[in-house]
């Protein structure tokens, strides 16, 4: 599999493009592995390509039920920050910063990072404290964080409307320089690349139907290709967790699925050079360098495995970007999507050993995990292997909520729905 | 999407507020069982499928609604007033002839 070089662009140029190899082997699942990781999106694709390059552990397999990219890997708008109030989430995320930052060249993939910031607007003083207090909390544990006044941001970004007759006017905002968006199917093809070249078996098309006991221990899985041993079971699957721990015979988890819906906007010429969420309510946006705006709001607010989501939150996603920028009501909406979320009762995420004996889990990443991607893998990596968490994952236990030590970013309490 | 209320009809979901899941059981306020708390706050059944579930008529006429509906299709199979299984419940713990 070549390395992708101006060399082998060139190359390929000349010759018609007809030389390129496929990024990845499409392999027959083996009877059995040391590894078996459920689900091929960025996480798990993730934990593979660390499994083999911090562990040494390739005899793995990675299934998936679709193809790859087709989860919320490929679904979320790339959002990639580290801007968390609370100790753990803050160096967690900030970690996964730092992975981002060698990522292109760590993967000799060009994943598009591109360091554009991220700012969260605040509209009263209140809340313009708040922001304070966690920058303060930011940069004492080594992260960047800048206040901006109305002036700075109105010359950041010039279409923004800062004046004093908006509905909720603009008092100020918290910015992260080094945060910014990335290509997300770039990560999963990365990811998926640099795990297949150092042996680890992505098998796609691959839906777990059931799992392998041996008593209480999980000794494989049972898939539509086929039933598969492995040593070790580890669970990526996102909003699908609660589905596929059903099959394992667990019926209950401190987690909901909810659908989040995402838009893009026919392309228009440089108009946003940053990520900007709204504070009066629940919305983001950035520019894609196709050139589309690319936001989102909240969830749909109900249980949902859909997929798709209802036009209620389509109207008040609009709203409230035409709240910010009005001269934003011409331009036409060209697509709009949705993913399934796995929203844990803290807003926090799960990397844990268990909850059965040859079994690891993953989830609980709201929708937030894109930005996670690096870090997840790499700290669910190193559990699987070690059969103990990171110091960066230790936090992230699956039983912090009957022992009263929550994560809870938001201070919301047990409502999944609101994180 | 739209919800039946029982008592309204048919209405846009945008007229509703989520509560969540109605498989949950509150443990009687004074009971002192941890488990049952925990469980009762933080455990879901999180069903791709059928999911019993409670919503409020916030922008009507207010009722507590149960809910049946499929998580994959949002097809409703079930609307009825939450406070009728409520009685229900409480009638079963109550000694007959005991002060309610």
Redesign the interface.
Known sequence: MAEYSALSLLRNALSGNKDWKPAWRKPDPKASYDVVIVGGGGHGLATAYYLAKEHGITNVAVVEKGYLGSGNVGRNTTAVRSNYLLPPNTRFYEHSMKLWENLSHDLNYNVMFSQRGVLNLAHTPAQFDDYARRGNSMRHQGVDAELMSVAEIKRLMPAIDVSASARFPIFGGLMQPRAGTARHDAVAWGYARGADRRGVDILENCEVTGFLRDGDRVTGIVTTRGEIRARKVALAAAGSTGRVMQLAGIDRLPIESHVLQAFVSESLKPFLDTVVTFGMGHFYMGQSDKGGLIYGGDLDGYNSYAQRGNLPIVEEVMAEMLALFPSLASVRMLRSWAGVCDMSMDGSPIITTGPLPGMYLNCGWCYGGFKATPASGFCFAHTIARDEPHDLNAAFTLDRFHRGAVIDEKGQGATPRLH | ?LLTCPYCGPR???EFT?Q??GNRQRPAPNSQD??AW??Y????????GD?N?IWQHSGGCRSHIRVI?N????VTSSTVPVRGAVHHRSTERRKPGAKA
């Open positions: 999407m846009d979901v945008s989520y969540g899941d941890l488990q925990n469980e706050v933080y455990d879901r059944q999180n069903p791709a999911h579930e509906r998580t994959v299709s949002h």
